[in-house]
């Protein structure tokens, strides 16, 4: 039982190159969270998912984009990745029973040059 | 838009020190929840707290919703090395952290 899993744990982009981010949970979860932390900050909502076929976006979606695959599996994906975006970007699921009560992955540290 | 303000930013404590952290909301929130960040981690959840005025025990750890539920409170007592970390608490339904309050603990 792995929890929630990220890959990669670290990126370097070029400014205008794109990437996608990965993340999967093995618990079942229905809802799903793209959130990203820059320093000495809170997390940020990027986009959510609810269930399995719909996405939301949160309070900062700009320059981003989002596919919930399928129950397990929740990717974000950066068209043109710019300087701003250099953040850690973490991943959360969550609970069956209480949405709220989130799971984070490890975490993927990106910067953008 | 729902706003979190969480103080203080940081606090440096000597072990057995209490230590307390606020989160004031700038709308009524329907539930609050706490995590603990480890320097270099993720965040892990703590509890949630959905009703006015409640008030929930975790070993040193007190939680306490308030009357209006637009802020909250996480109070350790008699800290220790462990409780090194970065305290956010995350206001609901939109999901607003506040910036987090860093405590460091002074063997």
């Known amino acids: 039982n792995a929890g929630v899993t990220q890959t990669p744990k670290f990126q370097v982009l070029k400014t205008g190159q794109s990437m996608t981010l990965q993340c999967a949970q093995d618990?079942?979860?229905?809802?799903m969270y793209w959130y990203r932390q820059d320093p000495g900050m809170g997390l940020r909502l990027i986009y959510y998912?609810?269930?399995?076929?719909?996405?939301d976006k949160g309070e900062v979606p700009n320059g981003y984009n989002v596919s919930r695959l399928n129950k397990r599996e929740f990717s974000l994906r950066l068209e043109s990745a710019a300087p701003s975006q250099t953040s850690v970007y973490f991943c959360?699921?969550?609970?069956?029973?209480?949405?709220?009560?989130?799971?984070f992955g490890p975490g993927t540290r990106l910067t953008v040059t | 838009g729902q706003q979190v303000m969480q103080i203080p930013q940081y606090q440096h404590v000597q072990e057995g020190e209490d230590f307390t952290t606020y989160c004031n909301s700038s709308?009524?929130?329907?539930?609050i929840q706490w995590y603990k960040q480890r320097p270099g981690g993720h965040p892990v959840f703590l509890i949630q707290?959905?009703?006015?005025?409640e008030v929930k025990k975790q070993k040193r750890l007190t939680f306490q919703f308030g009357e209006a539920k637009k802020n909250s409170s996480l109070h350790i007592t008699a800290t220790q090395t462990t409780d090194v970390g970065t305290y956010f608490c995350?206001?609901?339904?939109?999901?607003?952290f506040g910036s987090g309050t860093r405590l460091q603990v002074q063997p």
């Open positions: 618990m079942n979860h229905n809802s």
């Open positions: 959360a699921s969550g609970g069956r029973t209480n949405a709220y009560e989130q799971y």
């Open positions: 995350a206001g609901n339904p939109a999901l607003t």
């Open positions: 998912s609810a269930s399995e076929g719909t996405t």
């Open positions: 709308t009524t929130l329907s539930n």
């Open positions: 707290l959905v009703k006015s005025g």
